[in-house]
């Protein structure tokens, strides 16, 4: 960008180069999106399966999905950390690839009965999810402060389609797999494959310019300096910005909230003998919670306020417990209702929660504390999967709704307190 594009006393990030560079990278974040959406989803459901068939134990399905979701928390700073050196095009092309190689090892593992082989390859599927949600923060990159949220938003809603369509693809997937000889569970992973490359493919051919790179650029003509800190400065810089720790926190509540129900539904549900078509419809149902919505989420979070709608989050995720938690395993139009408010909650917690972040950090931190936040949001996530089997596997599915419950009150009472709920707005504003 030319010193002659950026607007005489106006935000650069307005000029006209800026704004076209941005398009580009949220079309590309978005295509890509779409293609990690239908991986990611489709394999959830399928690797708890899959594990509980080998182990035949629910706990066994519950440490599935905390693979998944320890390999996206392991790789949150090593991501974060690429796209500090190499930018955001480097980093998530990387982490796509890993996935994809990850679901090609869980189709050996089933085919081997080898439930060691399904962790491990569940676990660098799940570094394609911190790929995704690095994509969420690298749609800001080049974003005016009044629009974050709305950019964030378009890139988890591009998850939409591919994220509804993946777990209906269980029954024809599977399928394909006897078709091929493979094991019936392992045609997920086929797809997820596929899809995880043509993602990868997607953002390193199309992703230019880099948007975190032209943002420093940016940065560098505007201000004269550009400082590149590390992970260790970025942890720092977050220890003195309470509104982002609270952004972070809203993040990772809805998040283990949300894993914890979601990864158990399937089970509960197999347990009285409801078909895999059924069982992909509610997680389907589910997923459009979680991103259909997201675009509104964006547009209230920039116009009523980040706060406002954390709080909001906090009101749907406890009714999508109490709901989910009251529902009979062969109910399947209840736990439809319950596990779509779960989406929604966990829809506004993690917008209005990111955008939060974003707001409160420097430009060229954002990388560094944005791997922090994907790090503790996923870090959480796997304790929740791993205590979510155990829970039911002890217990009942009821039990784990109150349970994760837990988390989403102690959200309640950290933004009830005034050093977290005190920020200024793009314009000027207060929250209240």
Known sequence: MSASTVP???????????LRAQSNAVRSLSGAAVFGGIAVAGAIPAGALLAASIAD??????????????????????????????????????????????????????VERNLILVYVGCLLVGVASAAGLQARYAATDLAAEQHRARALSLVVWA???????????????????????????????????????????????????????????????????VNRPSLREGLVHLRQRPRAIMGIAAISAGHICMVMVMVMTPVHMAHVDVTLQLIGLVISVHVAGMYAFSPIVGWAVDSLGRTQMVV????ILLLACLISG??????????????????LGWSCTLIAGSTIVTDEVEPEKRPAVQGLSDLAMNASGAAGGAVAGLVVLLSTYGALCAIAAIPVLALAVLISRPRYRKVASARGQREQ
Do not use: E, H
């Not at 005489?8 to 800026?18: I, K, S």
């Not at 392991?74 to 480097?90: D, M, V």
């Not at 045609?187 to 420093?216: E, H, K, N, Q, T």
């Open 57 to 110: 134990s629910a706990a066994a399905a519950g440490f599935a999905q905390t693979s998944g979701v320890l390999g996206a928390a392991l790789l949150a700073l090593p991501l974060a950390r690429i796209a500090l050196t190499r930018g955001r095009r480097a980093a998530l092309t990387l982490g796509y690839a890993i996935g994809a190689l990850g679901a090609v090892i869980v189709v050996f593992a089933a």
């Open 326 to 343: 009251l529902a009979p395993g062969d109910d399947v139009v209840v736990l439809g209702i319950g596990l779509f408010l779960l989406g």
């Open 159 to 225: 998850s939409t389609i591919g994220a509804v369509l993946g777990p209906n693809l269980l029954n024809a997937s599977g399928n394909l797999a006897l078709n091929l000889g493979l094991p019936q569970l392992s045609g997920p992973y086929l797809i997820s494959a596929a899809c995880l490359g043509l993602a990868a493919v997607i953002l390193w051919l199309f992703l230019r310019p880099d948007p975190y790179r032209m943002a420093m650029t940016i940065q560098k003509k505007t201000t004269g300096m």
């Open 312 to 315: 909001v989050g906090i009101i």
């Open 8 to 18: 005489t006393g106006g935000d650069p990030l307005l000029a006209p180069d800026v």
